[in-house]
């Protein structure tokens, strides 16, 4: 089955810049999703199709997507943007949708 | 405004059976996939089922299949879960998700928006 690797945890200090990989065998083939989930609430969308913001999402946020990272980039880190992030795919060679193991950003 | 509600949860004993609904409201129900996704307690998201728009299209996780039964009611604009042989390990928060794309037929896309979830303990 396929298998998306985040890394457990990621610190950054307010105002620089965090990036959250996605590791996957050819992941760069799929498309990737992130979400965003803050302690106690539903996960929300950031990022779809590797790179397009949904509406209302602040352009601080960007996705890349090659080989086999995916890569969810936060700019000018707020201390607002703390929460869990995961990513998600769909794999068509097994019809199952796959989230990553989900990465815990901390603002310092 | 797009919301997705969720309910039907509760204690349950292993083995037992429960049904979760989701009611959706301010988009057309019938047009969209729709997704169920579970979080443990402290655990990661674990994606469970979707359906497409008119029910041709359903997928399972390997953990529940042949365990739970998606299922939907476009007349009335709701979503279900029908959770049997339940066990210790479905213990989890249950979301209820949109696929946004319109239409999606083979596979789903990402999901937007999300319910607020249901809780769903399973022990004796």
């Known amino acids: 089955s396929y298998v998306l690797t985040q890394p457990p945890s990621v610190s950054v200090a307010p105002g620089k810049t965090a990036r959250i990989t996605c590791g996957g065998n050819?992941?760069?083939?799929?498309?990737v999703h992130w979400y965003q989930q803050k302690p106690g609430q539903a996960p929300v969308l950031v990022i779809y199709?590797?790179?397009d913001r949904p509406s209302g999402i602040p352009e601080r946020f960007s996705g890349s997507n090659s080989g086999n990272t995916a890569t969810l980039t936060i700019s000018r880190v707020e201390a607002g943007d703390e929460a869990d992030y995961y990513c998600?795919?769909?794999?068509?060679?097994?019809?199952?949708?796959?989230f990553g193991g989900g990465t815990k950003l901390t603002v310092l | 405004e797009v919301q997705l509600v969720e309910s039907g949860g509760g204690l349950v004993k292993p083995g037992g059976s429960l049904r979760l609904s989701c009611a959706a409201s301010?988009?057309?129900?019938?047009?969209?996939?729709m997704n169920w996704v579970r979080q443990a307690p402290g655990k990661g998201l674990e994606w469970v089922s979707s359906?497409?728009?008119?029910?041709?299209?359903?997928y399972y996780a390997d953990s529940v299949k042949g365990r739970f039964t998606i299922s939907r009611d476009n007349a009335k604009n709701s979503l279900y879960l029908q959770m049997n042989s339940l066990r210790a390990e479905d213990t989890a928060v249950y979301y209820c998700?949109?696929?946004?794309?319109?239409?999606?037929?083979?596979?789903?896309?990402?999901?937007?928006?999300w319910g607020q979830g249901t809780l769903v303990t399973v022990s004796s």
């Open positions: 301010g988009f057309t129900f019938s047009s969209y996939s």
């Open positions: 199709y590797d790179s």
């Open positions: 050819n992941i760069g083939s799929k498309s």
């Open positions: 998600q795919v769909w794999d068509s060679s097994s019809d199952r949708v796959v």
């Open positions: 359906i497409s728009s008119s029910s041709s299209y359903i």
């Open positions: 998700a949109r696929d946004p794309v319109v239409g999606a037929a083979a596979g789903p896309n990402w999901f937007d928006p």
